[in-house]
């Protein structure tokens, strides 16, 4: 650009010169007096007039053209990161380093962690205003540094209402399987469609003695069925605009830690306490469904008179582990509320008899027993009036239930719903499938046994 008004420019200089000579070329009469131009000269001069204003019209517009070519170079490199760049350490040895040319968070990130976490959830950020809240400059930041944006529509994780970015949807997996106990530690299976069939084992092969000269007993691998229906969870939010007008990275930070909560929690209420009603979309849950009189042998009664969390004994938790049978031992745990814990497990792990914590716990984390110990909100947290409740689980929670996946995150938004209060409807949905099945019966106990407080 610069080259094409030097080049003009040149051209100017060289009318100029021409119409500067026909002014000097002016002819004389007979007395030395300077006489009019001749026609010829005059058609001249306006012709080059002419092609002078053309010249400064061109020149004008090709630096307008330039003056804004450098103005949105300087917005693509203030809103984009800057390369990676190779530097020394004094060991020179070669590292990568990042630098980046983008506002930074208002304060810790807690939904994006680890290398280069303030570009990915910038990245996650302007995503959600552009696809979300229709902001032209994201819009075009997003189509400039490839990130993904997919209007979609229906069936399939490729195809299906507005999904977030890619950055956004791997932070939010994440956080629910952290946040959550039940995505985290069932059986996960993802769904093509809306139901899934998968069979489950029931009966095993049997080696029996064989006599000299006597048939064998044939015995078979039996199995059944369980059936896997997606449903849609979702969570209705309303944003304060101002929240749009700050960082981005702190908005994509919010609506990831926001939304990973409450479908973590929706997940663990369904799949640990779900009653079979529509507030856990008819999921009956573990502590709901082994009390449920078809499951006796799996669940152990805690001595007479201990009733609340800081009556249980060790006995009462030994006897729950040695309830479990070998086959599910390999992943064991306890599950049990935060108050619980610390109200019963921790308490005895500090008394311990003489013995210090890790005696008791195999170190001095979320352990008991030596079998790890797994938080769960939803599970019962009174310290008082809990009789006849389940105070802890104990097994493998993935052979006793089954957590489907059918589609990843959404997310929509309507910015007229709240617009007298200045805020934007955001609705978050999700397709998942939480059945319990496996929870042993009254002559067997299953993969997971429960402690029941006394009566």
């Known amino acids: ?133 229709n902001d032209a400059d994201a819009r075009r930041w997003c189509m400039d540094h490839n990130v993904e944006s997919r209007a979609q529509a229906g069936t399939i994780n490729s195809l299906g209402g507005m999904l977030v970015s890619e950055e956004m949807s791997s932070e939010i997996i994440r956080l629910v399987e952290e946040f959550g106990a039940f995505p985290q530690f069932a059986r996960r299976v993802p769904m093509s469609s809306d139901t899934l069939v998968i069979a489950r084992r029931t009966g095993g092969l049997s080696a029996r003695p064989v006599g000299e000269n006597t048939e064998i007993t044939i015995s078979d691998v039996t199995f059944d069925n369980v059936e ?121 792990m500090m008394a311990g008899n003489g013995n210090s914590a890790s005696d008791i716990a195999g170190g001095a984390g979320l352990n008991f027993l030596g079998f790890p110990v797994r938080l769960v909100h939803s599970m019962v947290s009174d310290l008082t009036g809990t009789g006849d409740e389940i105070a802890c689980l104990f097994g493998d929670l993935s052979q006793a239930a089954t957590f489907g996946e059918r589609r990843a995150v959404s997310i929509r938004t309507a910015s007229e719903r709240y617009i007298e209060f200045d805020q934007t409807l955001t609705f978050a949905t999700t397709r998942n499938a939480i059945v319990v099945h496996d929870l042993g019966s009254t002559t067997k106990t299953g993969p997971i046994c429960a402690l029941k407080f006394a009566s």
């Not at 170079?73 to 004094?90: D, H």
């Not at 009603?277 to 709901?288: A, D, E, F, P, Q």
């Not at 009556?311 to 108050?339: E, G, K, M, Q």
């Open 1 to 133: 650009m610069a080259s094409q008004v030097k080049m003009l420019l040149d051209e100017l200089a060289a009318v100029l010169a021409e119409m500067g000579a026909l002014e000097d070329m002016k002819n004389e009469n007979e007395e030395g007096e300077a006489a009019p131009m001749s026609e010829e000269q005059e058609a001249s001069l306006r012709s080059l007039s002419e092609r002078a204003d053309k010249l400064k019209e061109r020149i004008a517009f090709h630096e307008k053209i330039a003056a804004k070519e450098k103005e949105l170079k300087a917005v693509l490199e203030r809103s984009a990161p800057a390369p990676a760049v190779e530097v020394k350490t004094p060991e020179e040895k070669t590292v990568e380093r990042r630098e980046f040319a983008i506002p930074k968070a208002i304060g810790p990130l807690k939904a994006f962690r680890g290398p280069n976490a303030d570009e990915r959830a910038y990245r996650a950020g302007m995503h959600l205003k552009a696809t979300l809240f």
């Open 228 to 348: 896997l229906v997606a449903k849609i969870w979702g969570i209705a939010n309303r944003v304060p605009n101002s929240l749009l007008e700050d960082s981005v990275i702190d908005l994509a930070d919010a609506m990831a830690v926001e939304v990973s909560q409450s479908f973590a929690e929706a997940f663990d209420d369904a799949g640990f306490i779900g009653d079979g009603t529509s507030n856990y979309h008819g999921v009956r849950g573990v502590t709901t469904k082994i009390v449920d009189g078809t499951h006796t042998k799996s669940v152990v009664d805690a001595a007479a008179a201990n009733n609340t969390f800081d009556t249980l004994d060790l006995l009462d938790f030994t006897n729950a582990v040695s309830r479990l049978p070998l086959f599910a031992r390999r992943n064991a745990a306890f599950y049990i509320s935060p108050a619980g814990y610390g109200s019963s497990m921790l308490r005895l």
